[in-house]
Each structure stands twice: as structure tokens, then as C-alpha cells.
């Protein structure tokens, strides 16, 4: 019995499987025909199925229903945007698909369809309203649908369409942790090595400042993607400054955990050509005392705090450099840095206002530390209230 059960299960796998191939030529097939609406080539008609299809249990159906897409958008874009307004929720909603396969197939047809700019900011709009209401999927798969849409897209008008979107975010919360979503996949991911040879020529180039003041106006929201751009940019003068902004309020657990990554990524090849800078002191002085700046706010018991002192420990310090009679390298940073004829870290340094920067991210920083007290207060408003119903009802009893 067990022998017979076992071949009935193998030739029922059998023919599905045939199905499964025959169903797959068919399609293919179908697609290969070159055919247009005056012969009868119902396009709506097809979309109404591929739209229903992309709800199916079957990955491979869902896959199929999203080559139709793709198919009859190449054909004829025209008629395809006839019926766009009925099935481009669809697609979004698509995105959250548990198949990493079709997610990267819906992202190739949202990249078709937002050839047209409009699209492309509904897109970019419905990706920012749907991590702020699903941070799993943040979380998850946040990173492969930025670089995937960076590589259909192009990178740089990604991140700026992001960053515009997310000035203007009013969870700062949520803005706070999009941003450091953002700014790690901009660090890491070899997708967007391009946009990172952009920015460090920020200080030299107008295209590499247009893109460093386009990303800085949202990166604010984080202190830690806010000095990451900057030693991305080589702008170390500013990173020092945004450090000595920060207040007691700023550095909490978050913060630290954020310094922690940057710490780490900064022994990384993305950052090679900054330790390769700390092999001249004497010209990148501003570079020495943001790490330096850095190092004094780690704990000293950290795995981080050891990694970067070790770092800092292999600057070859020449002669020429002032020092104190204590021989402290960081004495020896902060009397090079304050004479400017020394700093020779951004040779045109003023071609971007640094002080309104710095105001804009002070600005952004004090609403963020007004939101957490207003949640504190709340909080404290809340548990007052729980209490005193408590002693209400005892004193009832």
C-alpha cells in the first residue's frame, strides 16, 4: 500500500510539473504574438485577468501575470495607460508581495511606468506611506526595493525625490528612521557607488553640491546621517561643527547604536580614502578632530570606542605639528585646526554656507527634541492618570 500511495504521489507531482511547463510555453507564446487592438488584440481585456492573477496563491502565476505587464507596456505604452488608473494600486500593493522574485519583477514594471514623472513621484510618495505604515517590510525589505528602484531609476534621482519627499515628513519618528534606512543602503550597496564618488566631490564640483545640499535638508532629521554625508563629502570642518552642536539630549541609546555602525563601516573599502587621508595629518587636521570628536562620545568600554582609538593610534603625527608638553595628539589637532592658514581639508570650502547648515540643522535637531518632550510629557500625563483612577477605585472600595 505504502509503495502504490508513494507512485500515485510522484505521478501526481508529474503531471503538475507538465502543466506547470505546458501553461509556461503557452504564455510565452501568447506574449511572442505581434498582434494590435484592430485584429481583435483586447489589451483591457488582459489586464483585467493579469490584474486579478496577481492575487493568486501560485508564485509562478503571480510572476506570469507581471511578464504580461511588462509585455504589453513595451507594445503599446498608449493603450497600456488607458487603464493604468484601475491597476497601478494593484502593482503598489504588489510590492509587499512575500516573493522576493516578484517584488523585483513589480519594481521593473513601476521603472516602466514611471518614465513619466508623475508616476515616478506616485511611487516614491506610496513607497514612503507604506514603510511609515509597515516598518517589517522597512525593515525586511527596505533595502533591496531602494537599490533595485536605484538601478532602474538611477540613483541620484531616487534619493533626491526621497529626501524632498521626507523634508516635509511629519512623524519625525518615522523621518528619523528612514533617513538612517537610507543613509546605510547609501554607505553600503554597490548600486550606489556612483552617487558616492558624486558626493565626495561636493566641496569641487557643482553637481556633487547640488546633490550634498539636496540630501543634507532631509538627513538632518539623523545627527548620525548627517555626519556620515559629511565625511562622505570631506566636508570634516561641518562634521566637527554638527558634533560640537550636539547637546546632552541628543546622545541617547539610538544615537550611540547609530555611532556604532558608522564606526564600523569606516574600516569598511567605502571609507579607504579617509584612512588613507589620516596618513597626512598636517593637511586633513578637521578630519582628525571630527574622529577624535567621535571617539570622546563612545564609551570607553565599547567594542566601537577600542576599534576607532586603535585606528587613531596608527596617525604617523609628524614633527612640524605643534605640541603641548603633555603630548596629546588631540591637543595637537585642536591648536593645528585653530590656526586657518593650516586647514587645507576643502581647498573651496566656501562654495557651500556651512553656517546656514548649520543652522538648518540645529533647527531640524530642536524639533526633534521638542517632539520627545511633548512624549515624555504625554507619557508622564497618561501614567498620572492611570494612578490616580487607581487610588480613585481603592478609595472607593
Not at 516602466?112 to 513621484?121: G, K, P
Not at 533647527?363 to 487610588?391: D, F, G, P, T, Y
Amino acid at each position: 500500500m505504502q509503495i502504490s500511495w508513494e507512485l500515485s504521489c510522484h505521478a501526481s507531482l508529474t503531471r503538475r510539473r507538465k502543466f506547470e511547463w505546458v501553461a509556461r510555453e503557452t504564455n510565452e507564446e501568447l506574449r511572442a504574438i505581434k498582434a494590435d487592438q484592430a485584429e481583435g488584440f483586447d489589451i483591457g481585456a488582459i489586464l483585467v485577468i493579469a490584474k486579478r492573477e496577481l492575487n493568486s496563491e501560485h508564485e509562478a502565476t503571480r510572476i506570469e501575470a507581471l511578464h504580461w505587464f511588462s509585455t504589453l507596456l513595451v507594445r503599446g505604452r498608449a493603450e497600456f495607460s488607458a487603464y493604468l488608473d484601475g491597476i497601478f494600486e494593484p502593482l503598489l500593493n504588489a510590492l509587499s508581495d512575500p516573493s522576493d522574485a516578484v517584488v523585483l519583477l513589480v519594481l521593473e514594471v513601476h521603472a516602466r511606468i514611471a518614465e513619466e514623472y508623475h508616476h515616478f513621484q506616485h511611487l516614491m510618495s506610496y513607497l514612503i506611506h507604506t514603510f511609515h505604515n509597515n516598518h517589517v517590510l522597512l525593515e525586511k525589505r527596505g533595502a533591496l526595493i531602494v537599490r533595485r528602484l536605484c538601478v532602474l531609476l538611477g540613483a541620484e534621482k531616487v534619493y533626491r525625490e526621497f529626501s524632498t519627499i521626507l523634508q516635509t515628513e511629519g512623524d519625525l519618528d518615522f523621518a528619523s528612521t528612514m533617513v538612517q534606512a537610507l543613509n546605510l543602503i547609501l554607505l553600503t550597496s554597490t548600486e550606489l557607488a556612483e552617487l558616492r564618488s558624486l558626493l565626495k566631490k561636493s566641496l569641487v564640483d557643482t553637481c556633487g553640491k547640488d546633490l550634498f545640499l539636496s540630501l543634507y535638508a532631509s538627513w538632518c532629521h539623523s545627527p548620525m546621517a548627517t555626519i556620515s554625508l559629511c565625511l562622505l563629502a570631506q566636508a570634516y570642518n561641518h562634521a566637527s561643527s554638527v558634533i560640537q552642536s550636539l547637546g546632552e539630549e541628543d546622545i541617547n541609546v539610538k544615537f550611540l547604536v547609530q555611532l556604532d555602525k558608522l564606526i564600523r563601516l569606516l574600516e569598511t573599502p567605502v571609507f579607504a580614502y579617509l584612512r588613507l587621508q589620516l596618513l597626512e595629518p598636517g593637511k586633513h587636521t578637521w578630519l582628525l578632530k571630527t574622529l577624535y570628536g567621535l571617539l570622546m562620545l563612545l564609551p570607553q568600554q565599547s567594542a566601537a570606542f577600542k576599534i576607532l582609538r586603535t585606528r587613531l593610534k596608527t596617525v604617523p603625527f609628524s614633527e612640524n605639528l605643534k605640541r603641548t608638553s603633555s603630548a596629546n595628539p588631540y591637543s595637537q589637532i585642536l591648536q593645528v585646526t585653530e590656526d586657518g592658514n593650516r586647514n587645507q581639508d576643502a581647498p573651496n570650502y566656501s562654495a557651500i554656507d556651512f553656517s546656514s547648515r548649520l543652522q538648518q540643522f540645529g533647527s531640524m535637531q530642536q524639533q526633534h527634541r521638542n517632539h520627545l518632550k511633548n512624549q515624555l510629557q504625554s507619557r508622564k500625563s497618561a501614567s498620572a492618570a492611570v494612578l490616580s483612577q487607581e487610588i480613585q477605585r481603592y478609595e472607593e472600595s
